[in-house]
């Protein structure tokens, strides 16, 4: 088994996901098995409580995990299928620790950070390694080198390749090469710092990542490995992709990384296949079309709160030769109106979301979408908020609404689902995970799915109330997916419109670059008719 860990210096956000999962994509291209982890350094148990405007989007995986975005970027650039083992935060290391001192597993020993933190922080390593039986795990470590709270999770993987043997683990650091404009020069420093502070740790990096906005030359580069002890040939240059996040796997093959890790870690593999990635490439940066799609949310103002969303419309976009021109609307913003913000877009998206604030814009979007017949796409919320409009405006039951917003609504069109009531701890309590839908014959949904089944991720507590289908049903408002059993409505469309779908699940998890998820490939098609 070999191993590599990915670690960060210098500041935040450099992207060491992005670096990991374009890794892994070029390893599967030469025919490895590669298995991924993220280490969070913060106490949360899992992000599933936190603010997605402090954290950014919560990655759901099929067994009802909610875990850190880059996850999804794991999934999303292989064909790797993850589960909570591959996520791990303090939170749930020190939990698991206390627990055993609990019971009494350390039979009276002190309990201290080392051995017993560390020692549990190993364990997780070699645990995904045996389940997954790959040839290769990449381990991620989130935050950036000197923080207080990551030093257990370093001072684990000193150990670790003591243990594994260092002629089996790559440490990879990922750091910023900044340009001081007033300079007129790339510095080096701050990388130099970064370095200097992982081997007081005691860990040497082999391999540097070296985020920047200009070309590295061979005056840095030589800098660079000379102060960071790191050959010349692993000084790997990671500039800023111009287009898309999916060229990055190619600037670093152009780089030589994929090979440089084969040679580091004795790995005999044939050059990768980029053929297909290429193209996928080709049809996101040269498109032949364009359409405009509005994206209405609660969380606009942070990038990667809706990142799985913003990615799963380009693997549809590029399956059709189109570009996707996202106009981002806050849902508060549409609270007093419509206005015409609308108008000139072909098509409309709302995403999920918690609490009531913003819910009445959402609301309002759906409307116009309904009755001007301009395609709508609801995941989760955006379900919900269809309802309560199709209710309000189409049965006249004008104080319809979802008890998560109004307990003493007279019609709770939307509500709890019975196992949620007495609930009282939020972390991890919703429906999760992926669940069967069950899809009715004839409808939109069918021909979409091309099956009458689908499996999809879930993470809701609410859901429609099936008292109000009959009546709902008469208007044309179709439940075209519910669980097996029948008794909860997972996807609903209407009659008479080009294109009016809405789920209870997430599917902008499952979606992938060559595979779009068939609602969202659908969305884009009914948007490219509606404009033209």
């Known amino acids: 088994m070999k191993y590599i860990f990915v670690t960060g210096g210098v500041v935040s956000s450099l992207g060491k996901g992005l670096a990991a999962a374009s890794l892994g994509t070029l390893l599967e291209l030469r025919g490895l098995r590669v298995i991924f982890q993220k280490f969070d350094p913060y106490l949360n148990v899992d992000p599933g409580t936190m603010n997605p405007f402090q954290h950014g989007e919560v990655y759901v995986l099929n067994d009802g995990a909610e875990t850190d975005l880059d996850l999804g970027h794991y999934e999303r650039f292989t064909n790797c299928v993850l589960s909570r083992h591959n996520n791990l935060t303090s939170g749930q290391v020190y939990e698991s620790v206390i627990l055993k001192e609990r019971r009494g597993d350390y039979l009276g020993k002190t309990v201290q950070v080392i051995p017993h933190v560390t020692d549990q922080i190993k364990a997780r390593i070699r645990e995904v390694a045996d389940e997954s039986k790959a040839d290769l795990v990449i381990t991620e470590i989130g935050g950036t080198t000197g923080d207080i709270e990551g030093l257990p999770f370093l001072e684990a993987i000193r150990q670790f390749i003591l243990e594994a043997g260092p002629e089996n683990v790559i440490n990879m650091h990922v750091t910023l090469v900044p340009f001081i404009k007033a300079?007129?020069?790339?510095?080096?420093?701050?990388?130099?710092?970064?370095?200097?502070k992982l081997r007081e740790i005691g860990i040497q990096p082999q391999v540097l990542i070296c985020r920047t906005e200009l070309p590295l030359d061979a005056e840095t580069r030589q800098k660079l490995s000379m102060f960071c002890s790191v050959s010349p040939k692993a000084v790997i240059e990671a500039r800023d992709v111009r287009d898309t996040i999916y060229e990055v796997p190619l600037m670093l093959h152009e780089e030589g990384l994929d090979q440089l890790v084969c040679d580091l870690l004795?790995?005999?593999c044939p050059t990768p296949d980029l053929t297909q990635w290429r193209k996928f490439v080709d049809r996101i940066v040269?498109?032949?079309?364009?359409?405009?799609?509005?994206?209405v949310g609660k969380y606009i103002d942070l990038q990667d709160a809706y990142k799985s969303i913003y990615e799963s419309l380009t693997h549809a976009a590029a399956s059709q030769d189109?570009?996707?021109?996202?106009?981002l609307i806050d849902a508060e913003a549409l609270e007093g109106g419509v206005d015409g913000q609308l108008k000139d877009v072909a098509g409309v998206l709302i995403p999920?979301?918690?609490?009531?604030?913003?819910?009445?814009?959402?609301?309002?979007?759906?409307?116009?979408?309904?009755?001007?017949?301009?395609?709508?796409?609801?995941l989760c919320l955006g379900m919900q908020v269809a309802t309560i409009e199709f209710a309000r405006d189409v049965l006249g039951l004008e104080q319809a609404n979802s008890t998560e917003f109004d307990k003493s609504t007279p019609d709770p069109v939307i509500s709890l689902l019975e196992e949620q009531r007495g609930v009282t701890n939020k972390g991890a309590s919703m429906r999760l995970g992926t669940w069967p839908t069950k899809i009715a014959p004839g409808t939109k949904a069918e021909s979409l799915y091309g099956s009458n089944e689908a499996l999809e991720r879930h993470r809701h507590r609410y859901e429609f109330n099936m008292k109000y289908r009959d009546q709902m049903k008469e208007k044309g408002f179709t439940i075209?997916?519910?669980?097996?059993?029948g008794a909860l409505a997972e996807l609903i469309e209407l009659k008479d419109h080009p294109y009016f779908l809405a789920c209870q699940y997430h599917p902008e998890f499952q979606s992938r670059p060559n595979k779009p998820h068939p609602l969202f490939k659908g969305f884009v098609q009914a948007c490219l008719a509606h404009q033209s």
Do not use: M, W
């Open 322 to 327: 189109c570009r996707i021109d996202l106009k």
């Open 183 to 196: 300079a007129g020069e790339l510095k080096t420093k701050p990388t130099q710092q970064s370095i200097a």
């Open 286 to 295: 040269n498109p032949k079309k364009q359409v405009k799609i509005a994206v």
């Open 266 to 268: 004795h790995l005999d």
């Open 480 to 485: 075209s997916g519910t669980s097996p059993d």
């Open 352 to 378: 999920g979301g918690f609490g009531e604030r913003g819910v009445e814009g959402k609301i309002k979007a759906a409307r116009f979408a309904r009755v001007n017949k301009v395609p709508y796409l609801g």
